[in-house]
């Protein structure tokens, strides 16, 4: 077992959405009843991103709602953290409510935003969640020792690039925080990693996928790894991916906004084990690959 590209990749592009955009890229996705939906990153003409829904009967082939859920403008009290766009986002199911960490970008250098909803078409904005710079944030789907538990990457230093861990009595206040994870020196994740999708709980503890960078010449590659955590005290690294999972290779891959990118904000674990990856290429795309829970686990011992 490996890694496999779907065949008819790219799943979407800008000629799928419904309205004018430069791209679509950085998708979330979950499951509700037996349908998938992808909770995607648009950047609009003026450059700045929204987030747009997508949905689909058979997670292959999706439609493109005709204007996007959260923009900018709707913030309000918050616009000066998210004047410059909405990013990235990483959905959450805990306790039959949808917690959306994004990146709200600004003159503030990007930081966590959240947002709560029941039906992704009203949403109650709790504004940032960290200081600046932080991003690449999500939730864990279910309290661990009494707390609510999130990873971040805090960045003030451009040269900064490691996972920290940290937990919430209430999903508001966050304290606890502890270091996690960094890129191994001298390796494709030297440069910076972060965390890419949702953290997903299996029999060996919460396997995570993360993104790791390296600079060659003066541009960034991007690539996908998967980590281990513990079960009951998640800021414990059980074991992770020796190589990248998946890396730039195909020309949706190679050549767009930024070259040379995978990345992820999502992924669905079905219930026979197989787990959906999506994710984009070049910063202007989705894209799918499809690989089983077990194969992941077996690269994190
Ligand atoms: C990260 C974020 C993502 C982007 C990725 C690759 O730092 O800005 O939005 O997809 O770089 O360019």
């Not at 990457?153 to 040269?159: A, D, G, L, Q, T």
């Not at 020196?185 to 299996?202: D, H």
């Not at 995978?262 to 084990?273: N, Q, R, Y």
Request: aromatic share 12%.
């Amino acid at each position: 077992m490996s890694v496999l590209r779907y065949e008819n990749n790219p799943v979407l592009t800008s000629k799928n959405v419904p309205f004018r955009v430069n791209s679509i890229f950085n998708a979330s996705a979950f499951k509700i009843k037996d349908h998938y939906f992808l909770l995607c990153r648009v950047e609009m003409p003026d450059g700045r991103s929204s987030l747009v829904l997508a949905r689909s009967a058979d997670g292959l082939s999706f439609q493109v709602y005709d204007k996007p859920c959260l923009t900018p403008d709707m913030h309000e009290q918050f616009y000066d953290y998210v004047e410059w766009g909405v990013e990235d986002p990483r959905v959450t199911l805990i306790d039959g409510r949808y917690y959306i960490l994004y990146t709200g970008y600004s003159k503030h250098t990007p930081l966590v935003m959240m947002a709560e909803t029941s039906d992704f078409e009203t949403f109650h904005l709790h504004g940032p969640i960290t200081e600046p710079s932080n991003k690449d944030a999500a939730l864990f789907p279910e309290k661990i020792n009494g707390f609510y538990w999130k990873i971040d990457r805090p960045s003030v230093k451009e040269s900064r690039g490691e996972m920290w861990i940290n937990k919430s009595p209430d999903l508001i206040h966050w304290g606890g925080h502890r270091f996690l994870m960094s890129g191994r020196e001298g390796t494709w994740e030297e440069a910076k990693i972060g965390l890419s999708s949702q953290p997903v709980k299996t029999a060996k503890g919460w396997l995570l996928l993360y993104h790791g960078v390296r600079i060659l010449g003066h541009a960034p590659i991007y690539k996908l790894g998967v980590m281990l955590l513990d079960a009951n005290e998640p800021w414990r690294v059980l074991g992770r991916s020796a190589h990248p999972i998946l890396a730039p290779e195909t020309s949706y891959e190679r050549i767009g906004d930024v070259n040379n990118v995978v990345f992820s904000t999502g992924w669905i674990v079905e219930p026979d084990g197989e787990v959906k990856i999506y994710y984009s290429g070049a910063d202007v795309n989705v894209c799918l690959a499809t690989t089983t829970l077990d194969y992941l686990l077996s690269l994190c011992e």
